[in-house]
Nanobody, 117 residues
Framework: QVQLVESGGGSVQAGGSLRLSCVASTSVFNIYTMEWYRQAPRKQRELVASIGSADSTNYADFVKGRFTISRDNAKRMVYLQMNSLKAEDTAVYYC???????????WGQGTQVTVSS
C-alpha cells in the first residue's frame, strides 16, 4: 500500500485560505488518481476532489469554485488549495491514491482544518 502524509492544516477565519499538501511513498506516483477526502466530527468521510494521472480534475459540489487540486509527479505530491473557507469546511482532511475504483493508500493521520465564523 502507498503511504501518505498530509500537512498544511490549521485554523483560519471564514473567508481565509489554506493549502494542504500530501506526499506519497511510491515510485510510480504518476499512475495514480489522487484524491482528497475529509471527515467532520460525527460525519462520514466524504470525497472532496480528485485528480487523474492525466491531470483531469473533479470536485464535490460543495467545494466547486473554491478549492483547487493539483499534483507534482516529480515530487510525488498532491495539493489542495482551499479559498473562501467556510465554517462547514472544518474537518480532518486526508489524501489517498486510487487505481480504477480501488483505493491503494493507507489512511494517514490527516491534517486538521478549523474554520471559525
Amino acid at each position: 500500500q502507498v503511504q501518505l502524509v498530509e500537512s498544511g492544516g490549521g485554523s483560519v477565519q471564514a473567508g481565509g485560505s489554506l493549502r494542504l499538501s500530501c506526499v506519497a511513498s511510491t515510485s510510480v506516483f504518476n499512475i495514480y488518481t489522487m484524491e482528497w477526502y475529509r471527515q467532520a466530527p460525527r460525519k462520514q468521510r466524504e470525497l472532496v476532489a480528485s485528480i487523474g494521472s492525466a491531470d483531469s480534475t473533479n470536485y464535490a459540489d460543495f467545494v466547486k469554485g473554491r478549492f483547487t487540486i493539483s499534483r507534482d509527479n516529480a515530487k510525488r505530491m498532491v495539493y489542495l488549495q482551499m479559498n473562501s473557507l467556510k465554517a462547514e469546511d472544518t474537518a480532518v482532511y486526508y489524501c489517498n491514491a486510487k487505481i480504477g475504483i480501488t483505493l491503494r493508500g493507507s489512511w494517514g493521520q490527516g491534517t486538521q482544518v478549523t474554520v471559525s465564523s
